[in-house]
């Protein structure tokens, strides 16, 4: 293929990914990515590690947050690209995030006791290396650690999947996704919806569009190529940025990922021109004093 190529969609294991912020930039490009996004859920930690690998090999890397939000019990990700993640607001909203998910986490903990499992959360951190934000692949690799079960995928058929009996939802998070749109808005960011597919709810498109939605990652892993060609239909109809990644988990999904999606770089420059227009409008810009350097 011709020219640079992007992968916007990358986990770490600050979050729920096998691999660390350094394993995340050599192999993404050992497979030809020269720009990448971490995009973690509900932190920020892998960011920097990302940044400090990235620039010995010459690997861009944009930093980049996936919120994780509910509406009516589905839960929506909602990406955000370019945020300063630097702003103290921000942080104690994500730290927030993390306490919920430690609180989820002994939620689900105690379902799986009753199943007659015997596992705490205190070892599902140690297990998986006290990840900044816990969720459901933590637990599925702690089980797949004792072998309870013979892969995360089974952890997940049988055990954390909507309707199995260890399934919590996130409602307890306390984000709609209008809340994320609103937060990666507020942190100069461009929130974008991820994998709508997966989501499988287009009709809450036009609503998350009124509440502020920029993109869609009309690109995915999970995507085969008519639905891809759906959702760019439908980013065109609004006007909606395009992005893509492989949504990587390291080995937590069975295989790597990061490769299976290649973003030709001009859907980059449109994300970063969007993002350089709202730098500019709310006044961090050339011209303009005083205000949004925080
Ligand atoms: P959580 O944020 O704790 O609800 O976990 C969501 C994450 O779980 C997703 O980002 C995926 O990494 C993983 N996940 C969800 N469903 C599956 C599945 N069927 N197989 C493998 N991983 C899954
Ligand atoms: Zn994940
Ligand atoms: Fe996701
Ligand atoms: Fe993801």
Not at 121 to 144: K, Q
Not at 213 to 225: N, P
Request: glycine letters at 10%; a neutral charge; charged letters at 20%.
């Amino acid at each position: 293929m011709d020219g640079k190529h992007a992968d916007l969609h990358l986990h770490t294991n600050f979050s729920d990914s096998t691999f660390t912020p350094a394993e995340v930039v050599l192999q993404a490009g050992s497979v030809g990515i020269s720009t990448l996004a971490i995009t973690d859920h509900d932190t920020t930690a892998g960011i920097q590690p990302a940044i400090d690998t990235g620039s010995k090999l010459n690997i861009e890397i944009i930093p980049g947050i996936e919120l994780t939000s509910s509406i009516k019990e589905d839960e929506v990700h909602i990406l955000g690209y370019f945020i300063n993640r630097q702003d103290g607001w921000f942080q104690a909203r994500l730290n927030k995030l993390s306490q919920a998910r430690l609180e989820r986490l002994s939620e689900m903990v105690k379902t799986l006791n009753r199943a007659g499992i015997i596992l705490t959360a205190e070892e599902v951190l140690e297990i998986t290396g006290n990840p900044a934000s816990v969720g459901r692949m933590h637990v599925a690799l702690a089980l797949l650690h004792k072998k309870i079960v013979s892969s995360a995928e089974e952890a997940f058929q049988k055990f954390l999947r909507k309707g199995c009996p260890a399934y919590v939802g996130v409602e307890s998070f306390g984000l709609s996704p209008s809340d994320s749109i609103q937060i990666i808005r507020k942190a100069k960011g461009i929130p974008v919806l991820a994998h709508p597919k997966v989501t499988g709810k287009d009709d809450y498109i036009p609503e998350f569009i009124k509440d502020g939605l920029m993109g869609i990652e009309v690109y995915h892993s999970e995507h085969s190529q008519s639905v891809a060609r759906h959702y760019r239909s439908l980013a065109e109809k609004y006007n909606l940025l395009i992005t893509g990644g492989s949504d990587c988990h390291g080995l937590g999904k069975g295989k790597i990922l990061s490769g299976s999606v290649k973003l030709p770089y001009v859907f980059v420059e449109r994300l970063r021109q969007a993002h350089e227009k709202i730098i500019y409008e709310t006044g961090a810009g050339i011209g303009k004093t005083g205000v949004g350097q925080s």
